[in-house]
Nanobody, 121 residues
Framework: VQLQASGGGLVQAGGSLRLSCAAS????????MGWFRQAPGKEREFVAA????????YYLEAVKGRFTVSRDKSENTVYLQMNSLKPEDTAVYYC???????????????WGRGTQVTVSS
């Protein structure tokens, strides 16, 4: 499986972006699709995740109410809708697939290339 993230860009604070992550190959109901981000000089951190089968969602506290993770099984794609963006959301965003829900990046085994999100103040 390969993951291809897209949709990043430059946006003003308060604006919105939608990230997409298209997966080639099969995603099983047991898999979890996650979004992580990494800002310069910081560790990669969990942002959101969705269980492919049931669609249960999980969020970093700092993005709850602003970000929404979803998936389209027919398109084999996972999305991250980001609203009310803040300068502190600036980072490279990565999509990933794991075998179970986890908040540490080491627990995920397939990663896509990141997409840059920059939020200006």
């Amino acid at each position: 499986v390969q993951l291809q993230a897209s949709g990043g860009g430059l946006v003003q604070a308060g604006g919105s972006l939608r990230l997409s992550c298209a997966a080639s190959g099969r995603i099983f109901s047991s898999h979890v699709m996650g979004w992580f981000r990494q800002a310069p000089g910081k560790e990669r951190e969990f942002v959101a995740a969705i269980r492919w089968g049931f669609g249960s969602t999980y969020y970093l506290e700092a993005v709850k109410g602003r970000f929404t993770v979803s998936r389209d099984k027919s398109e084999n794609t996972v999305y991250l809708q980001m609203n009310s963006l803040k300068p502190e959301d600036t980072a490279v965003y990565y999509c990933t697939r794991g075998n179970s829900l986890a908040y540490a990046p080491a627990e995920y085994n397939i990663w896509g290339r990141g997409t840059q999100v920059t939020v200006s103040s």
